[in-house]
């Protein structure tokens, strides 16, 4: 059988509502490779943020299987950490702690713990921050905490829903370049969920659009264009217009 990182083969998933089962998803086949950058964009309610929450293991599928390095994912695991729309920070807790709490969770001492989380600090740009309280940050600041913490984990995946959704088109600008930043550094495999076709184009390898709910992966493209990308290029607009066409159809 051929290797694949992380492989979603013919998965469903029902859900039970009040008003009956829910097929939000139908033989989704996706495959996934080590260090890839994959978007996911489609319309609301399509099923984006259910396909993360079964790579994290918070949901189990309703049939086929997902494998991690040919391993099935039976429930939440380290190698997997996933960053919300909201930063979902610890109010009690400083800079420093919120990003160690998943250390600390883990039993690492204090000493390994300081050593660990100062690295990552530089790499969110929050240097001068470590004291400060969620609540004495920006929105963005928050959520570079958020993305901090989850690296803390030394993920194998790191997995995004909409999360600079809440931010000023600056701020979401700047999140989307040091999130590339990080991402080629630390080489680590990303699955990023937007609304936006824009961020998907600026950030992903691949780009799958998804189409309403049960209907499955539309398109998967792939985003050959080279970083850091520019938005005002015809190749990119090409490929904005193409999406925008399945996501209207
Ligand atoms: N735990 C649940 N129980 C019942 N129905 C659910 C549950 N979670 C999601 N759903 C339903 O499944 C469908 C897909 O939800 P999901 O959150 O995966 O969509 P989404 O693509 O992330 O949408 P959005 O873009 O609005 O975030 C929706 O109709 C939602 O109401
Ligand atoms: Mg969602």
Redesign the pocket.
Known sequence: MAYRYLNIENVGKR?Q?PNGA?D?LESLDLRIENHEFVCIV?P???????ILNLIAGFESPTSGRLTLLDEPIEGPGSDRAVVFQEASLMPWMNVQSNIGLPLKVKHVSKEERAAKVEPLIDTVGLKGFERHFPWQLSGGMQQRVGIARALAMDPQIILMDEPFGALDAQTRESMQESLVDIWSKSKKTVVFIT?SIDEALVLGDRVIVMGS?GTGVKDDIHVDLDRPRDSTTVPFNELKKHIRELLVN
Request: aromatic share 8%.
């Open positions: 859900y509502t829910l939000v489609g609301s309610g399509c099923g984006k943020t259910t609304h709910r």
